[in-house]
């Protein structure tokens, strides 16, 4: 890793902290569905003199001088992602996912237009509209839910939202939902009511890339995605669209939304991009969602109720309270035990937000470390025992140290 000397002999105080980070991301297992751990080519691309220079504008179009350089770096990094995901027209700048998402409602309606996307605590997104983000409090959406039974996003129920509401966007992508999406069914169904298609794959644009999920690019009319999470890239985003739409989408992100791109960033996201496209990423995509399967069959059979009975990419949602646990005391006792998760709230569920019944789990971090679905038993194994011993401290502790023997029997490789 880097020596850091620099920071050393200036600011000690920034440097420990630093220390004590990547020595809890060594010794502890991540399997929050979002995060990830990025190469070495991404991190030192991050740190890059790049950083140095405004470039409002767009290549060959800037309102600074001195950008001829930027241009060619910026062209880079959209011809890689055009060619990663089969794009006609791709904006590398946003700055993360909900500015993107941000900059999509921008490019295609107006405040007050009437939206259509998936509830929060049903698998969406805060910018899907909830009614404490600002996509809730400027536009007017209307919301689909998963079934109560299977967990599934219903299609036929769907259109019947749609055809009564006659949404101006229909918003199909997730950040908690465990299944494939039918693409061509929500196209289907926004044709025949008039709506865009704006399809956002924030958490499974990896998978999509590698060919492992089906790809939206092609058929939606905009697509979002962060370049983090299973893309394994520096956090930030990019919005990809139709030609026909290029124009309006740019204007939307500079200068609608942003100033100035942070070009160190997407100097970072070209490394990911061109990472992406080689066929070692294919086979770490492949094993993500093979350890994923594993994880969802090994909680069913310790019997833990997974949201849809299972999983068709990285993700998983459990709902604690079958083993009388909230998803906020879950998280809690794992964390004590090194193992990272998210709480996430559950279909329907009576709890509260900050407090809800569930837990999300992925596996995009812990494949990068290589393990593989033997491992993933053996961390199913910890944490059913770390929640059912949750107040037994030796037990928890004991776990802690066979988690962290693990973990540095397979070092994250850009540590």
């Known amino acids: 890793m880097f020596d850091y000397k620099n920071i050393y002999a200036q600011d000690p105080d920034v440097l420990a902290v630093i220390k004590k980070e990547t020595k809890r ?27 140095n220079k405004y470039s409002e504008g767009y290549p060959g179009h800037r309102y600074y001088g001195g950008n001829q350089i930027i241009d060619e770096m910026e062209s880079l990094a959209i011809e890689r992602a055009k060619k990663l995901f089969g794009a006609e027209h791709v904006n590398v700048q946003p700055l993360s996912g909900s500015p993107a998402n941000a900059a999509v409602y921008m490019a295609f309606i107006k405040p007050g237009d009437k939206v259509l996307g998936l509830k929060l605590d049903h698998g969406g997104h805060l910018s899907h509209g909830h009614p404490v983000n600002f996509s809730g409090m400027l536009y007017n959406f209307t919301q689909y839910e998963v079934e109560a039974q299977s967990g599934r996003i219903n299609m036929d129920k769907v259109r019947q939202i749609a055809s009564r509401e006659k949404p101006k966007i229909i918003v199909a992508g997730y950040s908690a939902y465990s299944r494939e999406i039918e693409w061509q069914k929500f196209k289907e169904i926004a044709d025949e009511v008039g709506a865009f298609t704006f399809a956002d794959i924030a958490h499974t644009a990896g998978l999509i890339a590698a060919g492992e999920m089906a790809n939206p690019v092609p058929l939606f009319d905009v697509v979002t995605t962060t370049t983090h999470k299973t893309l394994r890239g520096p956090r930030g985003a990019i919005i990809m669209c139709r030609d026909k739409y290029a124009k309006q989408v740019d204007r939307a992100v500079f200068p609608g939304m942003q100033g100035g791109p942070h070009e160190h960033i997407i100097a970072a996201k070209a490394v990911a991009f061109g990472e992406n496209l080689q066929s070692e990423f294919k086979q770490y995509a492949k094993q993500v969602m093979a350890n994923a399967k594993t994880m969802a069959e090994e909680f069913i059979r310790l019997g833990y109720p997974v949201i849809s009975g299972g999983t068709d990419n990285h993700l998983m949602v459990v709902d604690m309270t079958a083993k009388g646990l909230s998803g906020k005391e879950a998280e809690s006792v794992l964390d004590r035990c090194g ?33 593989k679905t033997e491992e993933i038993k053996k961390i199913v194994t910890w944490i059913n025992a770390g929640l059912e011993h949750k107040d037994e401290i030796e037990v928890l502790e004991k776990i802690r140290e066979e988690v962290k023997e693990m973990c540095l029997s397979f070092p994250v490789p850009s540590i």
Do not use: C, H, K, W
């Open 25 to 51: 991301q060594s010794e502890e297992l991540e399997l929050i569905a979002s995060e990830n751990y990025v190469s070495r080519a991404v991190l030192e691309a991050m740190a890059t003199v790049l950083t």
């Open 339 to 371: 193992i990272s998760v998210s709480r996430s709230t559950i279909p329907n569920d009576p709890n509260p937000p900050m407090n809800p019944s569930g837990v999300r789990f992925g596996t995009p971090a812990v494949t990068t470390r290589g393990l």
